[in-house]
């Protein structure tokens, strides 16, 4: 798959020969912190302190692979690429992943507009 085009803070993520993204919207971060039962920080947290499971993984490559359309991969594929790589090589990308998730990913003119209008 090529880069996309329109950026929105993506993170590559390679899984053997696949290569797929990783995208941080709203709806992904909802959906990781219903189903992991941890807010992003937390989650963040508990990831640099090499504090996390496979699950973790499973579930944040996951949602930020089908935040990407026209990016496919069954789940027991993903779980079998994902076991295969092991946790600690996937550690990067989750991280730059939860990091861009926790940061932001929009221009800086648009944070402070966002700041602008938080502090009315």
Known sequence: MVAP??????????LGSTKLWLT???????????DLECGLMELADRVQRASFGINDVFTIFRHGIDAVEGQEIDDEALGLAIAKSGLKANL?????????????????????KIAAVSNE
């Open 92 to 112: 990067k990308p989750m991280m730059e992943f939860l990091t861009t998730a926790v940061n932001g990913w929009g221009e800086d003119e648009d944070r402070k």
């Open 24 to 34: 941080p919207t709203f709806g992904a971060q909802r959906l990781i912190e219903r």
């Open 5 to 14: 085009k329109n950026p929105r803070g993506e993170v590559e993520l390679v």
